[in-house]
């Protein structure tokens, strides 16, 4: 739970550690005639760290563009479960949903390449993120008045809330386009924390960044996690990341799922290993192919 | 401005507009000056400011959609028209009051512009320009064909009354100006205190959120579509109540005074003023109101000397206007607003660079 210096949670979700929150049942994405996944099944458990790994164009970032709406797959359902506070529980299908209505639900996300709004300041930035719990009409906002001018304030506490999880208090009204890059992805991250959210979605948190920004994000996710017992769905290249951070990792490659499973079972798998390294065949093939070209450079040079 | 900055102990404090006495001072300053305008000014000059105050209703109210909301649009005419036609038939043929009239016309405006905003659903930047340019056309050949004279019944002009509320009547030649400056100014200042306000709140945030990353505004949870016809029908909104204060000032609507010549006026007033800033709306509508104004005193003065300026009024004057954008397009692309602050900066700074 959090200390008594946080009064909001930033745990969206009122179900049970435990219960499937998330389910992904046979997605199909196609772009023309590329495949971009295949027939992808997994579930993203209430309290978990999930990993999804696997290499470049594997399809990772095209499974969480399908969870967050902004790709439709042409075949196959997401499905969201979530409680109210009562325990009344729901079931929403993502696949159907645009993505503000997925936001809605409290699903929140990063982006690879940084999307903030840049001519903004953090502290704008993270007022955003709260988007989706304000609602005033056109002409309160115009004209300072009730609900537009108290939400203002009373969202403000949760922000400055996040903003002490996350550190950010320097840089609270620096427009983020200045920012150095590694901050900027904390805001980001701070900015979907504003929602609520039930599912946080971050696609390569780490990407780009040093050893020590590593481990500083690293520190803060754990902290969302474990604090706030936010649940977590992240796509991270650093195999050492993913496997100290997750609870469970799920691994692409050409866009079809090869394992699912925890950090040691997914480590030992023979599929994973295979799409890592390559097999013993393919590295032979490799081996030729560059004594190959040696031998004909040394041709070339002696004329 | 404190030697150390500014402390807020409060987020109430935080949120005020302004936070030092030197801003206070400013204000206050400004307020003295709206006073003082009429006292000192000829008719000729009122005449200026109050076309001023209808451009900064206007120049505010573009702003909120291109500034602000990232949707470049080239229809500001045809909007004006709309709010300009609408109010008379209203006010003159129908019999409301004229306030009353004026109103509709604002909403009305607001009507229409969010329906010429439904392709900024589909089409961004550029392709958006060309979509609004044809929504500036289409208006423009409407009431210029007149079809059935329903508009103006065959004159291709409307004569207008003139302004009246509640046994109220705009006086003769001596008053005329000066209370319409009353009028105008307090319409101008509740519309720059409104697009001011609009941007401390969310609604105005999420226009901003649009403007900087669109996909990732979706991401949490703006409805792209209601925050783009959102506004546009707010811009449309101010630009239908400059509209309508055009016609009623100046007593004859015709088709003249909304072409496309006006819509890349208004934008170059919001370039040059400072794209995405309100004071900016207002700085650029009196610089690009004053410019053409200066230039001729400047080539009647100069008369004697150089007699090709004077002749060629028309053609000077149009080169120093392009040259003017150019200008600031390449020396301050963030216009006059940026400009202030570059010299606010300068002095708080001083001795020191930065």
């Known amino acids: 739970m959090l200390t008594r210096a946080y009064q909001h949670s930033l745990n969206g979700s009122h179900l049970p550690d435990g219960e499937p929150l998330l389910e992904v049942d046979a997605v199909s994405l196609r772009f023309g005639g590329v495949k971009a996944l295949t027939d992808i099944s997994f579930t993203v458990t209430q309290g978990h760290v999930h990993a999804i790994i696997g290499p470049n164009g594997a399809g990772k970032s095209s499974m969480l563009n399908c969870i967050s709406g902004i790709y439709h797959p042409q075949e196959g359902e997401i499905r969201l479960h979530t409680a109210a506070a009562d325990g009344t529980r729901t079931l929403s299908t993502l696949t159907k949903l645009p993505p503000h209505r997925i936001a809605r639900l409290r699903v929140a996300r990063s982006f690879q390449n940084i999307e903030l709004f840049s001519h903004l300041t953090v502290l704008e930035n993270l007022m955003l993120g709260r988007h989706i719990h304000m609602n005033h009409s056109v002409l309160a906002s115009m004209l300072w008045f009730g609900p537009a001018r108290r939400q203002e304030i009373q969202h403000r506490q949760l922000v400055e809330e996040v903003i002490d999880l996350l550190q950010l208090q320097a840089y609270r009204s620096k427009p983020v386009g200045a920012l150095a890059y590694g901050i900027q992805k904390r805001v980001e991250l701070g900015r979907a924390l504003c929602i609520q959210p039930a599912l946080l979605l971050l696609d390569e948190p780490m990407a780009g960044m040093n050893a020590e920004e590593k481990e500083d994000m690293a520190r803060y996710i754990l902290d969302v996690h474990e604090l706030a017992g936010v649940t977590v769905v992240l796509i991270e290249h650093d195999m050492n990341v993913v496997m100290d951070i997750s609870d469970r990792v799920s691994v692409l490659d050409f866009g079809r799922l090869i394992a699912d499973g925890t950090p040691d079972e997914v480590k030992a798998d023979p599929a994973v290993i295979e799409a890592y390294l390559g097999s013993e065949e393919e590295d032979a093939d490799v081996r030729e192919a560059v004594e190959h070209m040696q031998r004909l450079t040394e041709e070339e040079s002696r004329g | ?354």
């Open chain 2, 1 to 354: 401005m404190t030697a150390t900055g500014i402390h807020h102990r409060s987020y109430v404090s935080e949120l005020r507009l302004r936070a030092t006495r030197a801003e206070y001072v400013r204000l206050a300053l400004m307020g003295v000056l709206l006073v003082v305008v009429p006292f000192v000014l000829d008719n000729y000059w009122m005449s200026i400011a109050n076309t001023i105050l209808i451009a900064v209703i206007g120049a505010v109210g573009l702003n909120i959609l291109v500034g602000y909301t990232g949707q470049i649009s080239l229809g500001q005419g045809g909007f004006l028209a709309v709010g300009a036609y609408t109010s008379v038939i209203l006010s003159d043929r129908m019999g409301l009051p004229t306030p009353l009239s004026i109103a509709f016309a604002v909403v009305f405006t607001a009507v229409i512009g969010t329906f010429f905003g439904l392709p900024g659903l589909r089409l961004k930047g550029l392709y958006l320009a060309i979509a609004t340019l044809a929504s500036q056309q289409i208006i423009e050949f409407l009431i210029r064909r007149d079809i059935g004279d329903f508009l103006t019944g065959g004159l291709g002009y409307i004569n207008v009354e003139r302004f009246s509320f509640l046994g109220f009547q705009v006086g003769g030649r001596d008053v005329f100006e000066r209370q319409w400056y009353v009028i105008l100014a307090i319409l101008a200042i509740l519309a720059v205190m409104a697009g001011r306000n609009l941007f401390r709140t969310g609604l105005g945030r999420s226009f901003m959120a649009v403007r900087d990353q669109d996909i990732a505004a979706e991401a949490i949870g703006v409805n792209l579509t209601r925050a783009k016809l959102t506004a546009f029908a707010v811009s449309s909104g101010f630009v239908g109540l400059a509209g309508a204060l055009t016609a009623h000032y100046s007593e004859v609507v015709s088709w003249e005074k909304f072409t496309l010549e006006v819509s890349i006026l208004y934008l170059a007033m919001i370039i040059v003023g400072g794209l995405g800033s309100i004071a900016g709306s207002v700085y650029g509508a009196i610089f690009m109101t004053l410019l053409p104004v200066v230039i001729r005193n400047v080539a009647n003065a100069l008369d004697s000397v150089v007699p090709f300026l004077g002749d060629q009024l028309p053609a000077v004057q149009n080169a120093t206007f392009g040259l003017v954008i150019i200008l600031f397009l390449i020396i301050e692309p963030r216009g006059l607003n940026r400009l202030w602050e570059r010299i606010k900066e300068f002095f708080r700074f001083w001795p020191f660079r930065y």
